[in-house]
């Protein structure tokens, strides 16, 4: 089991630039989950998707963000255009949807992603 | 808003002695709750889960509580190494909220040899 893929594991990048991270969930998995973590405000739950279909995006900072899920084993998050304030560690999570309610979230290493 | 908290952000323990690190919650319906533990530079890792119907669950070396009347849940640590060393989260869901975790802020265990 490769576990949920994320890449790249870091990303600098100057403002006003297009950035766009990508994550393969595990096989079989659908749900998918953008986490973005700070140290200000930990763990914050961007957008999910169940089935490819984004279900809550109520996480999403603005505009700039936006995710897709083309199918169920990838997905890509971008920001366009880049600010410093994005600069956080942006985590990928996936797990398997049986309709008896929450399971638990297997998360990929992350890409760091730094806007100067 | 309702959120996950935790009581203590750094928790630093003796190798071998007994770990507890506390998490409060606000949300009476919250159902499920789930501990991850996170070493730099790594995403979280899933350690044990409890649901509520549920007080206590136990895994290796781990043992989770689940204390509804005052809306708390622990994550005992037996035998503490230093590999435990890492920040671990509180989360928790409710069914009806789909599969969307709320994490706590994490408290960071430090295990001094």
């Known amino acids: 089991d490769a576990g949920v893929i994320q890449s790249p594991r870091h990303e600098v990048t100057e403002m006003g630039q297009e950035v766009t991270l990508r994550c393969k969930p595990i096989?079989?998995?659908?749900?998918l989950f953008w986490y973005r973590q700070t140290m200000m405000r930990g763990l914050e739950l961007l957008i999910y998707?169940?089935?490819?279909?984004?279900?809550?995006d109520s996480g999403m900072p603005e505009d700039r963000f936006s995710a897709k899920m083309p199918n169920a084993s990838f997905s890509t998050l971008k920001i366009q255009p880049s600010e410093p304030r994005d600069s956080a560690v942006y985590f990928c999570?996936?797990?398997?949807?049986?309709?008896?309610?929450?399971?638990?979230?297997?998360f990929g290493s992350g890409t760091q992603l730094s806007v100067l | 808003g309702e959120s996950v908290g935790l009581h203590l952000p750094t928790l630093s323990v003796q190798e071998g002695d007994n770990s507890i690190i506390n998490c409060a919650y606000s949300?009476?319906?919250?159902?499920?709750f789930i501990w991850y533990k996170q070493e730099s530079g790594k995403g979280p890792q899933f350690i044990i889960d409890i649901r509520s119907n549920m007080d206590k669950r136990q895994g290796q070396r781990v043992t989770v509580l689940l204390n509804k009347t005052v809306k708390h849940l622990s994550l005992q640590i037996a035998a503490t190494q230093p590999g435990d060393s890492a920040v671990y989260f509180c989360?928790?869901?409710?069914?009806?909220?789909?599969?969307?975790?709320?994490f706590g802020g994490g408290t960071r265990l430090m295990v001094k040899p």
């Open positions: 989360a928790e869901s409710r069914y009806n909220a789909g599969n969307m975790l709320t």
């Open positions: 096989s079989g998995h659908n749900s």
């Open positions: 998707f169940n089935n490819n279909v984004p279900i809550d």
């Open positions: 949300n009476s319906a919250s159902d499920y």
């Open positions: 999570a996936s797990t398997s949807t049986l309709g008896q309610g929450t399971e638990k979230l297997f």
